[in-house]
């Protein structure tokens, strides 16, 4: 058997290294490694892809996030809610940028910002919501979207987890995920759905004057050449970075399906033990991307599972084990516990397995008995 990876970002090259070594090549060849022609012709594919009117290539998903921020006005004291079930990119930079966050419970069967919670959250200072597409799994936007209408708030979709994910809304209708939302964020860190051989990130809007708002955020708040009408960043995804993203994003849809299907093997396998909740998986819809795949454990030793797993030499995640409203940098007198308990308890409970495009079916079959062996010991 192949040794387990957490992610195989070696065995997802081998079949794509002649492209991809001659896109690089190509690069060092005319020597244009920022905002070259890779870069435009990535950013025009991803929008085709997404069908989206604009996409703002930047340097990683944390500026993403940021820029988009920026980029909408927003002002110091004004309330963003997101989720305290996430990785603390999204809350970070809320911070950062000296707004308020808001941080909101999430809902027990997708691990996403529940819209109940969010309802309660708003005050007359709130000013967006960000949900976080967890796992690759794509949150309540529908209900979402009714609450931002009603409270006139922004929506910025954390999408680096959930990227070609679709989404179906109420009335059938397919939209990806991070083009929902006013604005939607992603990053293309190697492990992600869609990862370059370093960092790199975007940002995405249908709206005309917010996307060159942000196209000069980006470029040091530059619209005309030393022109600087607005403090802006210098974010910017590389070139080389471009043309890795331009030969994996064809294979976008074929690496999310595998993913699902090795979901539905580890699910087939997992799914009757009474210890386990495996994540929900809907028939219809291909709404879960799998960036994770993130078990529930019920009256289990899970940090002895991680032992028992990892002496086996198959690795696996806890992500993540502290609610963002119990780190130090986080932490707000105005918070209730009462109000955690979902994320306290999946802080609890969760573990995540090897997931990727490479996984094949002897692993997963040995992962899935170690784990029912130690359940069952
Ligand atoms: C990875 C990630 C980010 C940050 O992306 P970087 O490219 O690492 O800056 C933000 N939010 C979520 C949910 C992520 O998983």
Do not use: W
């Amino acid at each position: 058997m192949k040794k387990i990876q957490m992610v195989d970002l070696k065995g997802q090259y081998e079949p794509i290294k002649e492209q991809v070594n001659r896109s690089i090549q190509e690069v060092i060849d005319t020597t244009a490694f920022i905002n070259g022609p890779e870069v435009h012709g990535f950013q025009k594919e991803l929008e085709e892809y997404l069908n989206v009117k604009h996409v703002i290539p930047c340097a990683n998903g944390t500026d993403a996030l940021q820029i988009a921020m920026m980029g909408l006005g927003l002002k110091p004291g004004d309330e963003v809610i997101t989720a305290d079930f996430t990785f603390a990119a999204t809350v970070e930079v809320i911070a950062l940028l000296q707004l308020t966050p808001v941080l909101v419970d999430v809902n027990p069967y997708g691990f996403n910002i529940d819209v109940e919670a969010i309802k309660r959250a708003i005050t007359p200072k709130t000013k967006a919501i960000v949900p976080v597409h967890l796992f690759g799994q794509v949150a309540d936007m529908d209900a979402i979207m009714e609450i931002a209408d009603e409270h006139n708030l922004f929506v910025i979709e954390d999408n680096a987890q959930g990227i070609g994910a679709n989404y179906t809304r109420r009335d059938g209708s397919k939209v990806k995920t991070g083009t929902i939302g006013h604005v939607g964020s992603t990053s293309f860190f190697p492990s992600k759905n869609l990862g370059c051989y370093g960092d790199g990130g975007a940002i995405f809007t249908n709206e005309d004057d917010l996307a060159h708002t942000l196209r000069g955020i980006v470029n040091h708040g530059m619209y005309e050449r030393y022109h600087h009408d607005v403090v802006g960043v210098n974010s910017r995804l590389d070139s080389i970075q471009a043309a890795v993203l331009r030969a994996k994003l064809p294979h976008l849809d074929t690496y999310n399906a595998k993913r699902r299907e090795s979901a539905r093997k580890y699910t087939e396998r997992l799914k009757d033990h009474d210890k386990i909740t495996t994540p929900l998986i809907c028939d219809v819809c291909d709404c879960h991307v799998f960036h994770q795949y993130t078990l529930r454990l019920k009256d289990c030793d899970r940090d002895g599972l991680v032992k028992h797993l990892n002496s086996k030499d198959i690795p696996c995640g806890v992500y993540y084990p502290i609610p963002l409203h119990r780190q130090k940098a986080y932490t707000d007198s105005r918070y209730n516990e009462a109000d955690f308990s979902v994320t306290n308890q999946l802080a609890k409970e969760v573990i995540s397995l090897p997931m990727h495009t490479e996984l094949d079916d002897e692993q997963i079959a040995y992962i899935c008995d170690s784990i029912l062996e130690y359940l069952n010991a």
